[in-house]
């Protein structure tokens, strides 16, 4: 710009070239370099996208080793769950058995509460009953149906699961309630009367865009008590069979955790529901309690039964843990 300013100017004074001329060569000069420059930006661009589209394409093409689709779908479903003998280990360290054996029979409509200390194979558990996995060895059936047999569409239909840390999208909290429900239309309504019984409603309505507003990537502009609400009114809406129930540790405030325990709790009636459990309050109302240890089941029984054997590992494990209520 300097060259052609100096070139220029003496052309000028020379006479050899007007002024006129001078500034729209500077503009014309201006021009083509933001054209090229921009050019060079979109070369970079390029070759990001080129770099981006290879991972995608790669996710695309990862054939999942667990089935998709294909299998049993039993018309009635009641959600008589059994555990026989299962051993398991991740397929990431096969070398260590997570599940030594267990067995367990949770009946239609029953609660059952999973307890036990940390590492001791609660999730893993529950993790087998959403056919993330399948065992290693042993039977896990639905309705005397091994979960291998069952379509696991079907399967993803019938069981709810409502996690500590509930992923939400970033998209409306009605699109993140209507989430799951695959292949139906959601209307607005059904979607209203699942967040009502989710004690959700009062909260959303309270937003300046209802159930329009947009919770953001994993719902960081709700509260964790609300976040949570918004994954039970999910599950209402989906109407499981089965629930899988992960209960949060973090501490929410008293009324979040009294509104929080509320949905669950009418969430949890007349369904067949496996809770990993932290509140007394759940244990005592559960039909049975699972002392999970070591990927074994230490005991098993009512609340009662179990307290009243003062060197059981339950026993121990409420007086040092399960106080909180
Ligand atoms: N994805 C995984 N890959 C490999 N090992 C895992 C994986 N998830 C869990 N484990 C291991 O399996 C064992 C049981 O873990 P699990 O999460 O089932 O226990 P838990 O009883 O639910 O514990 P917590 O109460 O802390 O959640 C642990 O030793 C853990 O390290």
Request: charged share 20%; hydrophobic share 40%.
């Amino acid at each position: 710009m300097a060259l052609v300013l100096w070139y220029g100017g003496h052309l000028v004074i020379q006479s050899k070239m007007s002024a006129g001329d001078l500034t729209s060569f500077i503009l014309y000069t201006l021009m083509v370099s933001m054209a090229v420059g921009t050019l060079s930006n979109l070369f970079g661009d390029f070759m990001k996208s080129i770099g981006a589209s290879e991972r995608v394409f790669q996710l695309m093409d990862r054939t999942p080793k667990v089935r998709f689709r294909g299998g049993d779908t039993p018309l009635q479903f009641k959600g008589l769950i059994r555990y026989e003998n299962v051993f398991f280990a991740y397929p990431s360290r096969p070398d260590v058995i997570v599940l030594k054996g267990v067995d367990l029979e949770c009946k239609p409509g029953q609660v059952v509460a999973l307890v036990g200390p940390s590492g001791g194979g609660k999730s893993t558990m529950v993790a087998l009953l959403e056919a993330f996995y399948y065992p290693v060895s042993g039977h896990l059936t639905i309705d005397g149906v091994d979960i291998r047999d069952l379509d696991p569409e079907f399967l993803h239909d019938k069981v709810g699961l409502v996690s500590q840390e509930p992923t939400l999208f970033a998209a409306s909290i009605s699109d993140n309630i209507a989430y799951g429900i695959k292949g139906k239309k959601v209307s607005i309504d059904s979607i209203i009367e699942a967040a009502k019984h989710a004690n959700a409603h009062d909260f959303i309505t309270s937003l300046p865009q209802g159930y329009d507003t947009l919770v953001g990537e994993r719902g960081v502009r709700l509260s964790g008590g609300q976040k949570q609400r918004v994954a039970i009114a999910r599950a209402v809406l989906k109407d499981p069979t089965i629930l899988l129930l992960d209960e949060a540790t973090s501490a929410l405030d008293a009324e979040s955790e009294y509104l929080v325990k509320k949905a669950l709790d009418e969430l949890m009636q007349h369904r067949t529901t496996l809770v990993i459990a932290h509140r007394l309050s759940t244990v005592k109302n559960a039909h049975k309690v699972v002392v999970v240890e070591s990927g074994t089941i230490a005991q098993e029984g009512t609340h009662e039964q179990l307290m009243s054997q003062p060197d059981g590992v339950y026993a121990k494990l409420v007086q040092r843990q399960l106080q909180k209520d």
